[in-house]
């Protein structure tokens, strides 16, 4: 089986969030927040058309820049979503700098902007760069709560946390996997063609068996006969985010619930649970309470990020003490998931 999408830290657990999702056959990729983008090739950058924020603090915000700066001459537009306040925040950015030069014969760059409100997309922005990136209203497109993104292969869900202000978690879900088995095609004797992505479309809406897909010139193949041979179904990928997030049980159920079954969590472990004090006055999670909720959840991959500079001594006492409650351990393991 071969992933939707492959996925990694931008930087080191310390340095500013963020993850890459690359799509894979799709020449293109995702981002989680908008932290320190430099480690990123300009190539990566740019293949990114939807970048998830979830909220503005600037070690989540400050790549931005750089994204804009080499998305700027592509055709393809840009889509951020973020949380209450984003677009005014991104047309303040806009302003803060000059334009005239990006005239008729420019590529006309378009960024549009998703301001989620609760568990929805509340209001739209678009700005384009023929007009200098001033606003313009763009219909928020009509979703399922939740849901920030859908499309045939994947969705994107999003729960908002408590962080003093709403940080927003993600989750990357692809609902159908539907995998080719390239040696029974040749033994069908189909070839290999653009048919085989219908196909896997018709498979992936659940189509009746007899739906008949145009192989070539006159040869159609019922989809059930393709499903009996050519075609494998399976559970798909589920990716989810979490960070800047207050240790309550709202921001716990909100968490669990969304990254329940997750392949792979990735989750801020910003302090030690000896720094609970600090961790609950500046709203982020302990190293074991990420731990927890990830094994609450039933991921199957955990990464840890946002550890506090204050760790940089003993560089691996953070992931170590979440990884310790993931399996179960020690005190502050899955039993603490039932503290209020
Ligand atoms: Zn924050
Ligand atoms: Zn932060």
């Given at each position: 089986m071969t992933w939707l999408v492959q996925s990694r830290l931008?930087?080191?657990?310390?340095?500013d969030p963020g993850v890459y999702l690359d799509v894979r056959f799709g020449r293109r990729a995702l981002l989680f927040?908008?932290?320190?983008?430099?480690?990123?090739?300009a190539r990566e950058v740019m293949r990114v058309s939807d970048a998830f924020v979830s909220h503005t603090h600037m070690d989540h915000f400050g790549g931005f820049d750089r994204l804009l700066r080499l998305c700027l001459h592509r055709p393809a537009p840009l889509r951020l979503v973020g949380p209450p306040g984003i677009v005014d925040q991104v047309e303040h950015r806009l302003r803060?700098?000059?334009?005239?030069?990006?005239?008729?014969?420019?590529v006309d760059f378009r960024l549009i902007v998703h301001e989620v409100e609760a568990d929805r997309i509340a209001r739209s922005a678009e700005f384009r760069s023929r007009e200098a990136f001033r606003r313009r209203g763009h219909a928020p497109p009509a979703l399922a709560?939740?849901?920030v993104l859908d499309e045939e292969a994947f969705r994107m869900e999003t729960v908002a946390l408590d962080h003093g202000i709403p940080s927003l978690a993600f989750a990357l879900v692809e609902p159908v996997r539907v995998n080719v088995l390239q040696g029974a095609l040749e033994a069908q004797g189909l070839p290999v063609g653009p048919w085989l992505a219908e196909a896997k479309r018709a498979a992936r809406r659940g189509a009746p068996d007899e739906t008949r897909i145009a192989v070539a010139d006159g040869v159609t193949v019922a989809l059930g006969a393709l499903r009996e041979t050519v075609l494998r179904l399976g559970p798909g990928q589920k990716v989810a985010y979490v960070t800047?997030?207050?240790?309550t049980p709202e921001n716990a159920a909100r968490i669990v619930a969304l990254a329940r079954?997750?392949?792979h969590l990735f989750i801020e472990?910003?302090?030690l649970e000896a720094d609970r004090d600090v961790a609950a006055r500046t709203r982020h999670l302990t190293a074991a309470r990420a731990g927890a909720l990830a094994r609450a959840a039933g991921a199957r991959h955990l990464t840890t990020f946002h550890?506090?500079?204050?760790y940089l001594e003993r560089p691996g006492a953070v992931e170590a003490e979440a990884r310790a409650a993931f399996r179960g351990e020690g005190p502050t393991g899955a039993a603490s998931d039932e503290r209020t």
């Open positions: 931008l930087n080191d657990p310390f340095s927040d908008l932290g320190d983008l430099g480690r990123l090739s803060s700098y000059t334009w005239n030069l990006l005239g008729s014969d420019a709560p939740g849901r800047d997030a207050a240790d079954g997750a392949d472990a910003a302090f550890h506090s500079a204050r």
